[in-house]
């Protein structure tokens, strides 16, 4: 359950994504029907759930698909042996699906040409002071994402205090005037659906994988222009660097899974050598 839903929490301190110290874990989300709340915990080899709040039903309904009930890997082949070796020791990993675009769209965007702390930091700004909180007995300071009418209102002073930029907010705020027909995306999944996405501008094609991964489980959905994946890819499959277009060609073999090979290289792959200090980031909360 832990690897299925890992994609989904943004950092450790996840207004929306909660672990607690007796391993359940807890989700808020926004869904048709409102704000739900849904908790999950292992009880030998069954998951148990329990959803508050109007969206509740939404959330039940939707578990099998967020645990990866509908994830289809029988076609898979294994073309480098490492793979093979990944996907024996990890019969388990499935891609999961939220089955909704919004609550996904906004942190993606987020994450977009900044370093994973700065994107976590404006993340967690939003939902407390945008979102819902969490209802029913969630934990302490849980909030589902900003709906998209709560992100037409933000003031200008807002995004500047959550350190994001005119960029992120234009692409952000131009997907929440339309974010009821993005929904739509899910029904046409695949590229049909991540084409639909990028017709708001700020998305790209970066972007709309990073939705179509997690919104339908979207196992061909490569992050083409990711700052880390090629060089993971490149160094398990190939033992040394590429740039975006050598990670394509060596994952050709594997369509329409080549994202799955991606979440069996981020899950038990040798990783990539790291050279150089920590890159530096800019607060654009002071400019």
């Given at each position: 359950m832990?690897?299925?839903?890992?994609?989904?929490?943004?950092?450790?301190?996840?207004?929306?994504?909660?672990?607690?110290?007796?391993g359940v874990t807890w989700l808020a989300a926004n869904t048709p029907a409102g704000v739900g709340t849904l908790a999950l915990g292992r009880r030998g080899g069954d998951v148990h759930a329990v959803a508050w709040g109007d969206g509740a039903r939404f959330l039940l309904d939707g578990l099998p698909a967020l645990l990866g009930?509908?994830?289809?890997?029988s076609d898979f082949q294994a073309h480098h042996q490492l793979i093979a070796e990944l996907r024996r020791r990890m019969p388990a990993l499935?891609?999961?699906?939220?089955?909704?675009?919004?609550?996904?769209?906004?942190p993606s965007v987020l994450e977009q040409k900044v370093t994973g702390h700065e994107a976590r930091r404006s993340?967690?700004?939003?939902?407390?002071?945008?979102?819902t909180p969490a209802p029913g007995p969630a934990p302490e300071g849980m909030f589902a994402p900003?709906?998209?009418e709560a992100?037409?209102?933000i003031p200008d002073w807002g995004w500047h205090k959550a350190g994001v930029d005119l960029a992120r907010r234009r692409a952000i705020v131009a997907?929440?005037?339309?974010?009821?027909?993005?929904?739509?995306?899910?029904e046409l999944r695949g590229r049909a659906g991540r084409d639909l996405l990028r017709k708001v501008p700020g998305i790209g094609f970066w972007t709309a994988a990073e939705i179509a991964q997690r919104a339908w489980g979207d196992a061909d959905a490569v992050s083409v222009g990711d700052f880390h994946v090629p060089g993971l890819v490149g160094y398990a499959l190939l033992g040394r660097k590429v740039d975006?277009?050598?990670?394509?060609?060596?994952?050709r073999p594997y369509a329409p899974h080549r994202h799955r090979v991606v979440r069996y290289i981020e899950a038990g792959g040798p990783g990539k050598p790291r050279y150089g200090p920590r890159f530096a980031p800019k607060d654009y909360r002071e400019m």
């Open positions: 832990g690897s299925v839903l890992r994609p989904l929490r943004r950092g450790h301190a996840d207004p929306a994504f909660r672990i607690t110290a007796a009930a509908d994830d289809d890997d499935r891609l999961g699906s939220t089955g909704r675009v919004w609550d996904l769209l906004v993340w967690r700004d939003l939902c407390r002071r945008y979102g900003p709906t998209p992100i037409d209102a997907a929440a005037r339309v974010a009821h027909q993005l929904e739509k995306a899910v975006d277009q050598g990670m394509l060609e060596v994952l």
